[in-house]
């Protein structure tokens, strides 16, 4: 399989799992909701993944991040995986998809 094949395949399964993630007080999950900021996948299948919460202080953060970089983690072709939690730009609704906002009723 050519490479940039062999990414593309690895960002799609990445984006899969990212959507079996919920923060366990939302009913959306968390690529839905926004909350992934960037994939980037390395050339030796390291994944970096930048990611925020709906608020700082979301007593379930450990949970969900973990979460991420297990599902993550097992996909094959990723060797290893950085979740780095960011606050910049802050999260707002408007970053929601529209299936989360009609999910939410926000619509």
Known sequence: MEEG????????????????VYDPEIPVNVYDLGLVYKVEVGDAGDVRIDMTLTAPSCPMADYILEDVRQKVENIEGVKSVDVQLVFEPEWDKDMMSEEAKLELGLM
């Open 5 to 20: 094949n062999e990414f593309l395949k690895i960002e799609e399964e990445i984006v899969r799992m990212l959507r079996t």
